[in-house]
């Protein structure tokens, strides 16, 4: 049974900001690091520990801040340094702590090292870059696939080579297997941490290390119209490949130089092979983030299901991590439904491991519609009509019911949520059955109690939409039970006896009720109790 006191990336609760779309402070209709700061507060009474910024540095914005031109500057729309100091002040000040987002698999095309590297075929920074001859007819040297639309190679008349670019071809992708590559983005990593940063959360750091032979790429067998272009490919030569490891061990060692930092990785892979990124004898990433909730298919016995093959594959002494949401994925409240969204707080919450919030799903923000007309996204622009489009879920803060919902004092970069009047911070927070008063109730619940924090788990047996679970530690036992479904639902186990009481209902309204032997759920209900142990 797990009794230490962890570290504070595995106590803590973890908040994904949007800074595009989080708090404006300037006017301009963009979100801002000052914006950020004023929101602290917010943040504090919330109970989070942890602000995860997605990209903040100078760029063309190709790609909302992961197409970058300067890794060691501030983009004049989100602030200066001077703003990011002072965040950074007030954000270790309040006890939290700050996470950047290192974008190493990519640059701008018009970063100063890409402009070298294209400007001749003997630039010394030629090699920083994947560049290749054109097949003999003139066409890209592979079949690989942008994951944004068409070929991942980009023709360049000036050296009559192709770049590869796994994203748009503003984003030409660096080569890892260049010394020099990998020794600038330590330095960037090191300029940052020396700054104060609690660590980096690494976009596509599977992509990092494509073949070393180019080979193509099989076709997917499994590939139907309807789905993303690039799938039409499996990623067999350009993502996953295995020397990405020894990449992430070396940029650990760059963390472990500095105190009590952490290395999060975004990787989209299947659990077996997520898990191998956690590293060799642990060095590699400490949280390699789970991204299995996001496409969950939501129903107990599949996110049973998924929790236990997870649990089961991670390596002795890795530490778990969970995400219900992010900056490309649909909103959960709009993927479950709001009666479910508590649900899906009370499992993120209570479930064993490090979660990710993203901002906005504590008040149950919703994927917006976006008319045609006011796409932003390049992916949906590039390719439109199959839903791929991730302005939905980028909306700003709602944070009260004045015209620009307390986010701008002008129209937003992209549209309010049409709720945005009723469904705002200040109606919520006044209101103690509201999903961001559950929000806070979970939050306040899980750092309190260790069994919820570092406890054990262990699933619990159960029927038809119930989930449920149990999370001991030293001297408390807690069952939480989760009916996904909308029917009442009564909990009878053998495994368990029911005595204890109620401390958490996703209703905010049984708090302290006694439990003599049976747990009745309504439809949609989730519950966590403290129960008395009988078990070792
Ligand atoms: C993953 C990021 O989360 C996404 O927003 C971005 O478009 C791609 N990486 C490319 O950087």
New binding site residues.
Partial sequence: MATHDGLWWQRGIFYQVYPRSFQDTNADGVGDLNGVRQRLPYLGELGVDAIWLSPIFPSPMA??G?DICDYKGIDPLFGTMADFDALIAEVHGRGLKLILDL?P??TSEQHPWFVESRSSRDNPKRDWYLWRDPKPDGSPPTNWLS?FGGSAWQHDATTGQYYYHA?LRE?PDLNWRNPAVRRAIYEVMRFWLRRGVDGFRV??IWHLIKDREFRDNPPNPGYSEGQPPHQRVLPLYTTDQSEVHEVIAEMRRVIDEFDQRVLIG?IYLPTERLVAYYGKDLLGAHLPFNFTLLSAPWSAREIEKIIAEYEQALPSGAWPNWVLG???RPRIASRVGMDQARIAAMLLLSLRGTPTLYYGDEIGMQQVTIAPGEVRDP?ERNVPGLGVG?DGCRTPMQWDATPSAGFSTVPPWLPLAPDSMHENVRNLAADPTSILSLYKRLIELRKRSPALTWGSFELIAAKHDLLVYRRRAADSSLLIALNLGSEPAALASDAIDLQGSILLSTFLDRDHEALSGSLDLRGNEGVISEIADRGG
Avoid: K
Wanted: aromatic share 24%; net charge negative.
């Fill in positions: 790609d909302f992961y974008v698999n990519h994951e994203f984003q976009d596509v975004e992010n900056h490309d992916f991730r």
